[in-house]
Protein backbone atom coordinates (compact mmCIF):
# COMPACT_ATOMS: atom_id res chain seq x y z
CA UNK A 1 0.00 0.00 0.00
CA UNK A 2 1.41 3.48 -1.04
CA UNK A 3 0.96 5.83 1.89
CA UNK A 4 -0.26 9.39 1.99
CA UNK A 5 2.87 11.71 3.08
CA UNK A 6 1.13 14.05 5.27
CA UNK A 7 2.80 17.38 7.32
CA UNK A 8 1.13 18.54 10.15
CA UNK A 9 1.17 22.26 11.37
CA UNK A 10 -0.20 23.83 14.40
CA UNK A 11 0.87 26.26 16.85
CA UNK A 12 -1.01 24.65 20.08
CA UNK A 13 1.83 21.24 20.73
CA UNK A 14 -1.57 20.02 22.15
CA UNK A 15 -3.31 20.30 18.86
CA UNK A 16 -0.75 19.14 17.05
CA UNK A 17 0.01 15.89 19.33
CA UNK A 18 -3.57 14.88 19.17
CA UNK A 19 -3.82 15.34 15.24
CA UNK A 20 -0.90 12.95 15.13
CA UNK A 21 -2.10 10.51 17.52
CA UNK A 22 -5.41 10.42 15.24
CA UNK A 23 -3.42 9.54 12.23
CA UNK A 24 -1.34 7.05 13.66
CA UNK A 25 -4.55 5.03 14.16
CA UNK A 26 -4.84 5.31 9.90
CA UNK A 27 -2.76 2.71 8.53
CA UNK A 28 -2.86 4.71 5.25
CA UNK A 29 -1.06 7.46 6.46
CA UNK A 30 2.62 8.54 7.66
CA UNK A 31 3.34 11.71 9.30
CA UNK A 32 6.41 13.03 7.80
CA UNK A 33 6.96 16.81 9.27
CA UNK A 34 5.35 18.85 11.92
CA UNK A 35 5.80 22.69 12.75
CA UNK A 36 4.11 25.36 14.64
CA UNK A 37 4.65 28.32 12.10
CA UNK A 38 3.90 29.19 8.68
CA UNK A 39 7.72 29.75 8.05
CA UNK A 40 8.42 26.14 9.87
CA UNK A 41 5.42 24.74 7.06
CA UNK A 42 6.86 26.45 4.18
CA UNK A 43 10.31 24.47 4.83
CA UNK A 44 8.89 21.35 5.65
CA UNK A 45 6.63 21.16 2.79
CA UNK A 46 9.86 21.93 0.21
CA UNK A 47 12.18 18.98 2.53
CA UNK A 48 9.65 16.46 2.11
CA UNK A 49 7.17 17.26 -0.86
CA UNK A 50 4.42 15.48 1.07
CA UNK A 51 0.76 14.41 -0.51
CA UNK A 52 -1.12 16.76 1.92
CA UNK A 53 -0.25 19.63 4.41
CA UNK A 54 -2.70 19.93 7.41
CA UNK A 55 -2.36 23.21 8.38
CA UNK A 56 -4.14 25.32 11.53
CA UNK A 57 -4.90 28.89 9.39
CA UNK A 58 -4.52 30.74 12.61
CA UNK A 59 -0.62 30.99 12.61
CA UNK A 60 1.43 33.11 14.52
CA UNK A 61 3.54 34.30 11.71
CA UNK A 62 2.08 33.74 8.60
CA UNK A 63 -2.13 34.24 8.23
CA UNK A 64 -4.01 30.91 6.72
CA UNK A 65 -5.08 32.61 3.49
CA UNK A 66 -1.33 33.80 2.62
CA UNK A 67 0.12 30.52 3.45
CA UNK A 68 -2.51 28.37 1.14
CA UNK A 69 -1.86 31.08 -1.61
CA UNK A 70 2.41 30.67 -0.87
CA UNK A 71 1.93 26.98 -0.95
CA UNK A 72 -0.12 26.81 -4.42
CA UNK A 73 2.28 28.73 -6.52
CA UNK A 74 5.76 27.14 -4.79
CA UNK A 75 4.55 23.86 -3.64
CA UNK A 76 1.35 22.97 -6.57
CA UNK A 77 1.49 18.96 -6.18
CA UNK A 78 0.71 19.62 -2.67
CA UNK A 79 -2.83 19.26 -1.19
CA UNK A 80 -3.27 21.75 1.72
CA UNK A 81 -6.07 20.68 4.39
CA UNK A 82 -6.83 24.17 6.12
CA UNK A 83 -7.81 22.92 9.82
CA UNK A 84 -10.20 25.86 11.76
CA UNK A 85 -12.24 26.53 14.25
CA UNK A 86 -13.96 28.88 12.02
CA UNK A 87 -17.32 28.33 10.25
CA UNK A 88 -17.73 31.75 8.80
CA UNK A 89 -18.10 30.84 5.07
CA UNK A 90 -15.66 34.15 4.69
CA UNK A 91 -13.04 31.59 5.50
CA UNK A 92 -13.80 29.19 3.53
CA UNK A 93 -14.33 30.87 0.27
CA UNK A 94 -11.36 32.66 0.86
CA UNK A 95 -9.00 29.65 1.47
CA UNK A 96 -10.44 27.97 -1.69
CA UNK A 97 -9.83 30.68 -3.55
CA UNK A 98 -6.10 30.66 -2.26
CA UNK A 99 -5.58 27.09 -3.39
CA UNK A 100 -6.63 25.04 -0.41
CA UNK A 101 -8.64 21.66 -1.31
CA UNK A 102 -10.06 20.35 2.10
CA UNK A 103 -11.47 22.91 5.23
CA UNK A 104 -11.73 21.33 8.34
CA UNK A 105 -13.13 22.57 11.62
CA UNK A 106 -11.23 21.41 14.77
CA UNK A 107 -14.06 20.39 16.57
CA UNK A 108 -14.28 17.35 13.38
CA UNK A 109 -11.51 16.58 13.37
CA UNK A 110 -11.53 13.23 15.25
CA UNK A 111 -13.97 11.51 12.92
CA UNK A 112 -13.64 13.65 9.49
CA UNK A 113 -9.37 14.14 9.42
CA UNK A 114 -8.81 10.53 7.92
CA UNK A 115 -11.44 10.80 5.73
CA UNK A 116 -10.98 14.57 4.69
CA UNK A 117 -6.92 13.40 4.12
CA UNK A 118 -8.22 10.32 2.11
CA UNK A 119 -10.48 12.49 -0.01
CA UNK A 120 -7.83 15.55 -1.31
CA UNK A 121 -5.25 13.00 -1.49
CA UNK A 122 -7.38 11.20 -4.11
CA UNK A 123 -7.12 14.16 -5.93
CA UNK A 124 -10.69 15.51 -4.89
CA UNK A 125 -12.18 18.02 -2.15
CA UNK A 126 -13.04 18.21 1.16
CA UNK A 127 -15.63 20.71 3.36
CA UNK A 128 -16.77 19.64 6.89
CA UNK A 129 -20.03 18.74 7.09
CA UNK A 130 -21.19 21.59 9.42
CA UNK A 131 -19.47 23.87 6.64
CA UNK A 132 -21.59 21.73 3.81
CA UNK A 133 -24.71 22.56 5.78
CA UNK A 134 -24.24 26.17 5.68
CA UNK A 135 -23.65 26.13 2.20
CA UNK A 136 -27.22 24.82 1.40
CA UNK A 137 -28.33 27.39 3.70
CA UNK A 138 -26.80 29.71 1.76
CA UNK A 139 -27.90 28.46 -1.25
CA UNK A 140 -31.24 28.14 -0.27
CA UNK A 141 -32.05 31.44 1.14
CA UNK A 142 -30.57 32.77 -2.44
CA UNK A 143 -33.23 31.09 -3.95
CA UNK A 144 -31.47 30.73 -7.27
CA UNK A 145 -28.71 27.88 -7.97
CA UNK A 146 -31.33 25.28 -6.31
CA UNK A 147 -33.77 25.87 -8.92
CA UNK A 148 -32.06 26.42 -11.74
CA UNK A 149 -29.85 22.88 -11.61
CA UNK A 150 -32.69 21.33 -14.18
CA UNK A 151 -31.27 23.87 -16.72
CA UNK A 152 -28.23 22.01 -16.68
CA UNK A 153 -27.33 19.83 -19.39
CA UNK A 154 -26.07 16.42 -18.44
CA UNK A 155 -22.25 17.34 -19.97
CA UNK A 156 -22.50 20.57 -17.97
CA UNK A 157 -23.84 18.91 -14.44
CA UNK A 158 -20.58 16.54 -15.22
CA UNK A 159 -17.72 19.23 -15.75
CA UNK A 160 -19.74 21.21 -12.82
CA UNK A 161 -19.28 18.16 -10.24
CA UNK A 162 -15.54 17.77 -11.23
CA UNK A 163 -14.47 21.32 -10.83
CA UNK A 164 -16.08 21.16 -7.83
CA UNK A 165 -14.78 18.00 -6.36
CA UNK A 166 -11.54 19.44 -7.50
CA UNK A 167 -10.43 18.26 -10.77
CA UNK A 168 -8.30 20.65 -12.94
CA UNK A 169 -9.31 21.37 -16.61
CA UNK A 170 -6.82 18.80 -18.40
CA UNK A 171 -8.03 16.05 -15.71
CA UNK A 172 -11.28 16.57 -16.31
CA UNK A 173 -10.96 16.25 -19.95
CA UNK A 174 -9.28 13.39 -19.69
CA UNK A 175 -11.94 11.64 -17.65
CA UNK A 176 -14.93 13.02 -20.00
CA UNK A 177 -12.79 11.70 -23.07
CA UNK A 178 -13.17 15.51 -24.32
CA UNK A 179 -10.91 18.49 -25.22
CA UNK A 180 -10.04 21.03 -22.76
CA UNK A 181 -11.71 23.91 -24.49
CA UNK A 182 -14.62 21.68 -24.57
CA UNK A 183 -14.26 21.74 -20.57
CA UNK A 184 -14.19 25.41 -20.61
CA UNK A 185 -17.54 25.99 -23.03
CA UNK A 186 -19.28 23.45 -20.29
CA UNK A 187 -17.92 25.16 -17.46
CA UNK A 188 -18.58 28.93 -18.66
CA UNK A 189 -21.86 28.15 -19.38
CA UNK A 190 -23.03 26.60 -16.53
CA UNK A 191 -21.77 29.25 -14.29
CA UNK A 192 -23.52 31.70 -16.47
CA UNK A 193 -26.66 29.80 -16.17
CA UNK A 194 -26.40 29.33 -12.50
CA UNK A 195 -24.70 32.93 -11.81
CA UNK A 196 -21.73 31.28 -9.98
CA UNK A 197 -18.79 33.59 -10.60
CA UNK A 198 -15.70 31.95 -8.62
CA UNK A 199 -14.53 28.66 -7.68
CA UNK A 200 -15.40 28.93 -4.18
CA UNK A 201 -19.07 29.69 -5.79
CA UNK A 202 -18.77 26.18 -7.67
CA UNK A 203 -17.60 24.21 -4.95
CA UNK A 204 -20.68 25.79 -2.56
CA UNK A 205 -22.98 24.95 -4.99
CA UNK A 206 -21.45 21.41 -5.41
CA UNK A 207 -21.55 20.90 -1.61
CA UNK A 208 -25.60 22.00 -1.99
CA UNK A 209 -26.19 19.06 -4.57
CA UNK A 210 -24.39 16.62 -2.28
CA UNK A 211 -21.43 16.12 -5.11
CA UNK A 212 -18.65 16.70 -2.14
CA UNK A 213 -20.12 14.10 0.39
CA UNK A 214 -19.31 10.91 -2.48
CA UNK A 215 -16.07 11.57 -2.57
Known amino acids: MTKVRVVLVDDHPVVLAGIKSLLMTAPEVTVVGEGATGHAALRLILDTSPDVAVIDISL ?15 CPDVSLLALSV ?59 AMGEHDSLS ?34 ARAAEKLSLRTRADIVKYGAAQGWLETL
Open 60 to 74: PDISGIELAGRLAEA
Open 86 to 144: HEDRAYVQQLLQAGARGYLLKRSAAEELVRAIRAIAAGGMYLDPAVVSKAMSDVHAGGS
Open 154 to 187: PREQDVLRLIAQGFANKEIAARLQISTKTVETYK
